[in-house]
């Protein structure tokens, strides 16, 4: 495999890791933003796969709530996993360009919302139907975009659930979210078995930045984690916004 190829993906991972052990999203569009300068978007897909879904899955089970979240979040989690085929059967007949620009200004508005502390009530009754709704726009989003976080990461912070419960449901957002992806991909001739090696070789320095990046998660107080959460989606729909306009 070439060097050059190995450095790209060891750096690439190894910041990305780091900014989700810190905030809990951020591995897939982080990377994707970086790999997409280097390669077209499919590409960029195939080879965050292996990193992505070896630390949600990690997240996922780092905690003690993974049975009641699922029993609770499953409406939600169930269409936003299934929509992803349909996400990945239109990519290519819609415009990347306007999608992700769509994306960077969605997540904009998320994190200026966060950041000035405007978070707008979901009721209990009202869980399941805007849940299942989100969920089929997050998958079909993904699908397109190969990121996991519109809107079900905005559904999630409307749970208002604390921080770690929070991150483990983003975790498993995120595992059944590039199962999918990964699933989709193949199905549609997108991945091959160079493409997975490749991905594979980025997965220990996204583990080394999971780890750095948890031991600060947990210095951290919750307003700082709040507010460095935001100021990372904040970051991620600059960058998506750059890459789609420029």
């Not at 595992?175 to 989709?184: E, G, N």
């Not at 990046?213 to 989606?233: N, P, W, Y």
Request: charged share 10%; proline share 4%.
């Amino acid at each position: 495999m070439d060097h050059n190829l190995i450095i790209i993906l060891g750096l690439t991972f190894v910041l990305a890791g780091t900014i989700k052990g810190i905030a809990g999203l951020g591995l897939p569009t982080v990377s994707l933003g970086i790999l997409s300068l280097v390669f077209d978007l499919e590409t960029a897909m195939a080879l965050l796969l292996v990193p992505s879904f070896t630390t949600n899955l990690w997240q996922a089970f780092s905690g003690g709530n993974i049975w009641r979240l699922l029993y609770r979040l499953w409406p939600f989690l169930l269409p936003a996993t299934g929509a992803v085929w349909l996400g990945a059967a239109l990519f290519g007949q819609l415009q990347a360009d306007w999608l992700e620009t769509m994306l960077g200004f969605l997540l904009l508005l998320y994190a200026i919302a966060g950041l000035t502390g405007f978070q707008p009530p979901l009721r209990r009754a009202h869980e399941r139907p805007v849940g299942m709704l989100c969920g089929v726009v997050n998958g079909v989003l993904t699908g397109l975009t190969g990121s996991f976080v519109v809107p079900g990461v905005m559904f999630l912070q409307a749970l208002r659930l604390d921080r770690h419960s929070f991150v483990q449901a983003m975790g498993i957002l995120f595992t059944l979210s590039t199962l999918a992806l990964a699933l989709a991909l193949h199905g549609h001739g997108r991945l091959t078995p160079s493409l997975g090696l490749a991905s594979a070789f980025g997965l220990p320095t996204a583990l080394t930045g999971m780890i750095i990046g948890s031991r600060i998660r947990h210095l951290l107080t919750e307003a700082r984690f709040r507010q460095f959460f935001f100021a990372c989606v904040l970051g991620l729909g600059l960058a998506i916004l750059t890459s789609a306009i420029f």
